[in-house]
């Protein structure tokens, strides 16, 4: 079965609606910048792909995650036209990396003050909605799209009329700083699948859709999430295996009714760094096979840095943008790509056009843990 989406938000560095966003995007605008929330003399790094909301340089605040959160999942719940003051008896599943990590080192180093409940979305979401379902999973930079595919299990089930699937993560510095020094040099911009790639810069961001078994009569569809496939293939802590990720992407297919000829779009995961890009693109060649130069391809974190939590969801919004629209973003700073993705049909320089009706959305995370979506237009 394929489940409607009749919401969307997101905020991201690039936008603060889905509109702005895409728009951005297709215009090839990246939100990278010089780092603003931590303090640059402790960091050999300079850059990142920041949410622009601190009142200035240096000075980091408490809560920016859940603030993200509440924005992206308010946007969709009113554009679903639900009623964003009760959204009691609706599961809202949030996908994250690192939650309100970023919370907890400004309470231990710095001494804010800090309420533990505050650390869970849940409170938030009660608060400012009076949601009373709320789970969250920390899966990685696959979060949003695990997520979603416990969404899809649950309106399988008929449990739920409803669901609203979300996404979070911001800048933390202990994240940043392990980056920093796992990384030949500091990169200063993300540049996927380019032989001259130096590695990943963080990203904040959130997104949201709001799934259900039914459309409403006369209710906006923006299109359709076919299914999803997860696994955790456990090769390594770091290292990701081309193996699992093909599994991934062929469960996908078998549980999407699709096959590769079929795939219009692909926003691949693309982090930039120098073992990420390789092994999704060996695992792509080997599941698409002669049809690898099919479909468009596309990876927006060149724009939005690497958002892990929120990337598979923001990933979704502008893919069914991208259907709707006939229209695809490019890849920023891609110029000469590594020999495994020679055959790629990548969207370089400036926007794509033309017809699209199924996109295929990739997110792997730490661990070997893989997630796979199709989507379709809306009829």
């Not at 790094?45 to 601190?54: F, G, M």
């Not at 009373?132 to 739920?160: K, P, R, W």
């Not at 699992?244 to 992407?249: K, L, T």
């Not at 479909?295 to 598979?312: N, Q, R, V, W, Y």
Request: glycine content about 12%.
């Amino acid at each position: 079965m394929s489940w409607p989406v009749t919401g969307m938000g997101a905020v991201a560095c690039v936008g603060d609606s889905v509109d702005e966003l895409f728009t951005n995007l297709c215009s090839g605008v990246s939100g990278v910048g010089e780092l603003r929330g931590f303090d640059l003399s402790r960091h050999t790094a300079r850059h990142a792909y920041e949410v622009d909301n601190r009142p200035e340089p240096g000075a980091d605040v408490a809560g920016r995650a859940t603030g993200l959160l509440i924005d992206a999942v308010g946007q969709a719940a009113r554009d679903a036209g639900l009623d964003t003051d009760d959204l009691s008896g609706v599961p809202v599943l949030v996908g994250t990396g690192l939650r309100e990590l970023r919370s907890v080192e400004l309470w231990q180093r710095d001494g804010i003050d800090l309420a533990p409940e505050a650390l869970h979305f849940g409170t938030a979401l009660r608060e400012a909605f009076n949601a009373d379902d709320t789970h969250t999973f920390s899966n990685a930079c696959s979060a949003g799209l695990y997520a979603l595919a416990l969404a899809s299990d649950l309106l399988t089930q008929g449990t739920t009329d409803t669901v609203i699937v979300a996404g979070v993560d911001v800048l933390t510095e202990s994240m940043y700083g392990l980056l920093e020094r796992v990384q030949p040099e500091p990169p200063q911009r993300v540049r996927p699948f380019d032989r001259n790639r130096v590695g990943v810069l963080m990203g904040e961001g959130a997104a949201a859709v709001v799934l259900r078994r039914n459309a409403g009569t006369g209710q906006p569809v923006h299109g359709l999430v076919r299914d999803v496939a997860v696994n955790c293939d456990a090769y390594h802590a770091t290292a990701p295996d081309p193996a699992g990720i093909a599994e991934a992407i062929r469960e996908a297919h078998t549980r999407g009714g699709v096959k590769p000829k079929d795939i219009d779009l692909v926003m691949v995961h693309g982090t930039g760094t120098l073992l990420n890009d390789e092994a999704e693109a060996l695992a792509l060649s080997d599941v698409f096979g002669q049809d690898i130069d099919k479909p468009l391809m596309t990876a927006i974190k060149s724009m939005t840095g690497h958002t892990s939590g929120a990337s598979g969801l923001l990933g979704l919004v502008v893919a069914l943008r991208a259907l709707a629209e006939g229209r695809v973003p490019p890849t920023v700073g891609l110029e000469d790509p590594v020999d495994e993705a020679a055959d790629f049909r990548f969207v370089t320089g400036e926007v794509a056009h033309g017809p699209l009706a199924v996109a295929q959305l990739n997110a792997f995370g730490f661990g070997g843990i893989n997630a796979v979506a199709i989507v379709e237009a809306a009829g």
